[in-house]
């Protein structure tokens, strides 16, 4: 069971914040998340993500989730120069990956963090 400590959410992810605060991610204690019964790699998920044209980075993570225990969150960094549509994306990721492994998101744009 993941709980808020200190503001932070623990999600079993290990990464660091480099000097302008941002989270980079390094990886993972399980590779696996169980979404309503169902084992799922969030890997498989950002992997989809990032073949998307419009994706420069992207990471998912396993948020808690009263229904299910467990939801996918991706983050997705935009291309300088290229426009995401959220419905868009949505719709594409539901071409190829099963329901539980299409992940809710949000998308950052290019640019440093501001302070």
Not at 46 to 64: K, S
Request: positive net charge; without cysteine.
């Amino acid at each position: 069971m993941r709980r808020l400590k200190s503001q932070w959410h623990r999600t079993g992810d290990f990464g660091r914040l480099d000097e302008f605060g941002a989270l980079h991610v390094n990886g993972r204690r399980s590779m696996v998340v169980n979404i309503g019964g169902n084992r799922v790699s969030p890997e498989e998920s950002a992997h989809a993500l990032r073949q998307l044209p419009a994706v420069e980075q992207a990471v998912v993570v396993a948020v808690e989730d009263a229904v299910w225990g467990s939801r996918l969150h991706g983050f997705v960094v935009v291309r300088p120069g290229r426009l995401i549509d959220a419905d868009a994306t949505l719709t594409s990721l539901r071409q190829v990956l099963p329901t539980a492994k299409v992940p809710r998101g949000e998308i950052i744009r290019p640019g440093r963090p501001s302070h």
